[in-house]
């Protein structure tokens, strides 16, 4: 079983309406919590960073973190036909390497 | 400032063929990372490089795949007598720090090899 569980999609959803994402996770130890977000031939990109349990938001997106439910989720607001591209959650603990999700592809239509 | 960047872009070759795969990380980076993306699948860790240390092969699939960096900047990831399973998207990434705490990985655009 993998450490990180992410749903591939693809998630389809119409502009303006917010997009969930989510993945778990088996590892305890997992400290520090990422989205990348993946463009379509592109390297993935930093997209949110949180530490430990709890909420960030930055601009149009809120990253979760429930370490009780080793659950985190990724929402974005209003979401734009730009915001199409494959999300992928990264994990790793204090020291080691970043353990990453399969990606979502998520796809926003005009 | 220049990213982190690799080449080719795209490579087709034979199965059996010996491959190059390059990346330049960002300037002072001293970390550095192969990873491979096959489709559906998240990113597989190949190879790790930190400063002068040994580098962390651990990811390494078979003995088919190996990697060096030079000088602490550049590295390359040969793959040798390919097979169709080898097709992917290789990935390098790189980071000012050792995998601790604060560590943010850039990546590269990728490698798209195609092993026909």
């Known amino acids: 079983q993998k450490e990180v569980e992410q749903d591939p999609g693809p998630l389809s959803v119409p502009e303006g309406a917010i997009v969930s994402l989510n993945c778990t996770y088996s590892n305890s130890a997992f400290q520090y919590f990422m989205w990348y977000r993946q463009y379509s031939r592109k390297g993935p990109e930093l997209l949110m960073y949180t530490y430990s349990s709890g909420n960030k938001e930055d601009g149009r997106f809120t990253a979760q973190v429930d370490k009780s439910s080793k659950y985190i989720s990724l929402f974005i607001r209003d979401s734009q036909p730009s915001d199409s591209a494959t999300y992928l959650c990264?994990?790793?603990?204090?020291?080691?390497?970043?353990?990453f999700g399969a990606g979502t592809q998520v796809v926003v239509t005009p | 400032g220049a990213g982190v960047s690799q080449s080719p872009s795209n490579k087709v070759t034979e199965k059996g063929k010996d491959v190059e795969l390059r990346c330049d990380p960002i300037?002072?980076?001293?970390?550095l990372y192969w990873y491979r993306q096959s489709l559906g699948q998240g990113l597989e860790f190949l190879i790790y490089?930190?400063?002068?240390?040994?580098?962390?092969k651990s990811g390494l699939p078979s003995d088919r795949f190996s990697a060096e960096r030079t000088g602490g900047s550049v590295s390359t990831l040969t793959i040798q007598r390919t097979q169709q399973e080898d097709s992917a998207v290789y990935l390098c990434?790189?980071?000012?720090?050792?995998?601790?705490?604060?560590?943010?990985?850039?990546f590269g655009p990728g490698t798209r090899l195609l092993v026909l």
């Open positions: 300037s002072g980076h001293t970390a």
């Open positions: 990434a790189s980071s000012l720090r050792p995998p601790t705490d604060e560590e943010t990985q850039y």
């Open positions: 990264a994990m790793k603990p204090s020291w080691g390497k970043l353990q």
């Open positions: 490089f930190q400063g002068n240390s040994a580098p962390d």
